[in-house]
């Protein structure tokens, strides 16, 4: 046998496992636990919470109502936005629930259940500054400092949006947001319901540059490639928590119908 028909062989024989594995569905049943991915900082999707250190949010409660319709039990593993794509692949977690939105560059590596959630990406300024930022384009113009969280959709978003702008990318523990109160950046991008029920609560010097913006995007649970059974499941549960307006019930509870569309 050629060295190139050996290869093949070993190539083959490397995807048996794979292949005799089934749907990921099938083994999270058959395991009875369902490992979700969360990062822990983005509230209300997904924090930590202060007494118990254990994790809150919005998608925490998805997740825990996903595991239980599931008859498994949840799992809650810490992920990073940076590396979130990277312990999904590496098989660190099942799926991720963390506020995490659909992008094409994560949906060349990943699959997403069906939305559940609108939400836009805004500009955020000082309050004092919107005299000077009434759009965009005021915000995207040479010397304009702009922070944008490294690994997170709103990084990916700010720099299609931000052309002459001067892009400052964050890292953990920094936080985008910190960087306007510090006086080291003059504006962000983030998530409009993100800001309205957490940041703008906390810190009512920073404020929202409606404008002509309409950056929306979709908020939806993220998992592996190449497995239909698994996507079709959660799309019929996502399709049947709308129906059961569970979804709205969360969204009453953890956002008090700030922007909702």
Sequence with gaps: MTA?????????????????????????RAHGVIRVGT???????SFRDLDTGGFEGFDIEVARRLAADMGVRLELVQATWPTLMAGLQAGKYDLV?????VTPERAEA???STPYLHPRFVPIVRRRDLGRFKTLADIDQPGVRVALQQ???AEQAGRRVFTKATLKPVLDPVIDYTEILAGHADATFTDNLYFASTIGT????LAMVEGDNDASSD???????GDPKLAAW????????NADHFFDGLFATWFNGAGKR
Excluded at 4 to 28: E, Q
């Design 97 to 101: 629930a963390s506020g995490v939105t």
């Design 202 to 205: 906390q810190y009512p010097e």
């Design 234 to 241: 959660l799309n019929d549960w996502v399709a049947a928590r």
């Design 151 to 153: 690994g997170t959709a």
């Design 110 to 112: 990943a699959q997403f």
């Design 39 to 45: 990062t822990g900082d983005y509230a209300p999707y």
């Design 4 to 28: 190139g028909a050996l290869s093949v062989v070993a190539l083959l024989w490397s995807m048996v496992p794979a292949l005799a594995a089934g749907s990921l569905l099938d083994t999270i």
């Design 219 to 225: 908020i939806a649970l993220m998992t592996v490639q």
